[in-house]
């Protein structure tokens, strides 16, 4: 089945102790991206990946890292969380295969992490 | 700067009326979406926009979009309360970020 995962589903964690969030896609896409939920805010983009090793920042990019090593992987790093990080995370893909079909800029959302640092 | 204005936020409506939620953005765009979500849960796609006069329906749904006016509307004829849910829009313009709006939530009564 066609799907981007995300693990874990809920952290709680503590400020300051690093974590890691990782996405994994199955459709060898090329295009991959984090968001943040909050209330009130709609979705924000974090970072997003356009291939591998190719990274950029999005709106809210201040205390998070990506990696892009992998095309299917691109796990989200905060190295040291503080409690306004407490949010909703969603992990996205899309084939961004260009042309003019609107399926090449389909996204595609994991199941979303709820991340509560205390 | 891209920003993107979704209104109304909230929109309660009755079984079988119509409705049109409306989506401007500020600077020029080549994708917009329209996606649902439901209380705890990710967001679905409904639909891609890619050029001027685009028009896209599904069940009860039409999408349409105004390049020129900056603007999208997700069209509602004869809500049913399956419908019920938070839709947001969302603009991007080439490999540039993708902005979403604060999104409208839409409940529909009997």
């Known amino acids: 089945e066609a799907q981007v995962t995300q693990n874990p589903r809920y952290l709680i964690t503590v400020t300051g102790k690093k974590l890691t969030v990782t996405c994994s896609q199955n459709m060898n896409h090329e295009y991959m991206s984090w968001y943040r939920q909050d209330p009130g805010l709609g979705l924000r983009q974090i970072y997003y990946?356009?291939?591998?090793?190719?990274?950029d920042k999005g709106d809210v990019p201040e205390g998070y890292k990506v990696s892009r090593k992998e095309k299917r992987n691109f796990p989200l790093i905060l190295e040291s969380p503080s409690p306004n990080q407490t949010s909703l995370y969603f992990c996205?893909?899309?084939?961004?295969?260009?042309?003019?079909?609107?399926?090449?800029?389909?996204?595609?959302f994991g199941p979303g992490t709820r991340l509560t640092v205390t | 700067e891209l920003k993107v204005e979704q209104n109304p936020l909230f929109l309660s409506m009755q079984e079988g009326k119509n409705y049109t939620i409306y989506c401007n953005y500020s600077?020029?765009?080549?994708?917009l979406y329209w996606y649902r979500q439901d209380p705890g849960k990710s967001l679905e796609s409904l639909f891609v926009l890619l050029s001027n006069g685009a028009v896209k329906q599904e069940g009860r749904l039409m999408a349409s979009l105004d390049t020129k006016a900056r603007l999208s509307t997700l069209h509602i004829t004869a809500a049913v309360h399956d419908l019920s849910a938070t839709y947001f829009c969302a603009v991007g313009r080439n490999t540039d970020k993708l902005i979403f709006g604060t999104g409208t939530r839409l409940q529909v009564f009997p």
């Open positions: 990946s356009m291939n591998v090793e190719v990274t």
């Open positions: 996205a893909s899309s084939p961004w295969a260009g042309g003019t079909g609107s399926n090449s800029y389909e996204q595609y």
């Open positions: 600077t020029t765009s080549d994708r």
